[in-house]
């Protein structure tokens, strides 16, 4: 009797240890989806705060962007009647004195009184503005800006008179409602130089054959011949998609100089530059082309 029973009182308790087990392992499975679902919840929070942020920020910038087109033109604008009215006098006390009273609309108090006698009363000369080049306007810092500008004078002086081209650099401060006022003397500088920038030419690489070559040739001498006076109807015999508009002016075609000719997709890019004489002038006139042709029924320039 006492071996019976402790065989039983011994499965009872292997039975209460396999149900132990059981219960852990559910409460483990669980627990790691719940991470699951709350790690890409996150995720995709994320994911959609990036987008949305970069959405603000691209519009953001595109507000800036357009406000500063409009800043320039206020600024050009400022800049040309400022110049006009600063380097304009004549050897005449009356003048001189509207110049001053016209010149503080522009300046700052400070440098109303530093440009006080830049006209002295006793100037042997006139001077008459003629053309102003504004060369560059660009930021400084927070609402200030750098003009280079040129101004042509007419300088006379008893009967004696002579053009005088000079470049100067101002500085513009510009107030949160737009109001403009300069803040740096008109001074010395220099015109932008010519670049020593050389393109790279295009070359004839050997992808079209000398047939071809001879074709897109004749074709191109045919409708260079009637383009200058060619209609828009007529164009669409030659052109798709508005490559080239109608010029309707009378020139003389003259010739096609060192044409440059590759295949590139099925299509035929050609650089080639055109030789004109302009009826009016009796000029010579070279237009520069970079075109796309492609071949149907007839060439047709696409681009």
């Known amino acids: ?33 719940l991470l699951w679902i709350l790690l890409i919840g996150s995720l995709a929070f994320g994911i959609y705060k990036n987008f949305t942020a970069i959405d603000q920020h691209t519009v953001h910038e ?20 400022f110049v006009k009215d600063y380097y304009t006098w004549q050897n005449e006390k009356d003048s001189i004195e509207q110049r001053v009273e016209k010149i503080s609309h522009y300046l700052t108090e400070e440098l109303q009184a530093l440009n006080t006698d830049t006209v002295r009363d006793d100037i042997p000369t006139s001077s008459n503005v003629g053309n102003i080049d504004i060369w560059s306007v660009s930021p400084e810092n927070d609402n200030t800006y750098a003009v280079v500008y040129s101004v042509d004078q007419k300088i006379m002086e008893d009967k004696n008179s002579e053009m005088v081209r000079s470049t100067y650099r101002i500085l513009l401060h510009q107030d949160n409602v737009g109001n403009l006022v300069i803040i740096q003397s008109p001074t010395l500088w220099s015109l932008p130089n010519k670049s020593d920038y050389e393109p790279q030419q295009p070359e004839s690489n050997g992808t079209v054959d000398s047939d071809t070559v001879q074709e897109v040739t004749e074709f191109l001498e045919t409708f260079f011949t009637f383009y200058p006076t060619a209609t828009e109807q007529e164009l669409d015999y030659y052109v798709k998609n508005n490559a ?22 099925n299509q035929i890019k050609v650089w080639v530059t055109v030789k004109y004489i302009d009826e ?13 042709l492609e071949k149907d029924t007839n060439w047709m320039i696409v681009e």
């Open 62 to 81: 595109r507000e800036i962007i357009e406000t500063k087109i409009m800043d320039m033109n206020a600024i050009e604008s400022f800049t040309k009647n």
């Open 280 to 292: 009016a002038t009796k000029a010579t006139q070279y237009s520069q082309y970079i075109l796309t």
């Open 244 to 265: 080239l508009p109608p010029i309707g002016k009378d020139y003389l075609f003259s010739g096609l100089v060192k044409p440059v000719f590759q295949t590139i997709e």
């Open 1 to 33: 009797m006492r071996r019976f029973f402790k065989r039983k009182e011994k499965q009872t308790t292997e039975t209460k240890s396999r149900k132990m087990k059981v219960r852990t392992v559910g409460t483990r499975k669980k627990t790691v989806t």
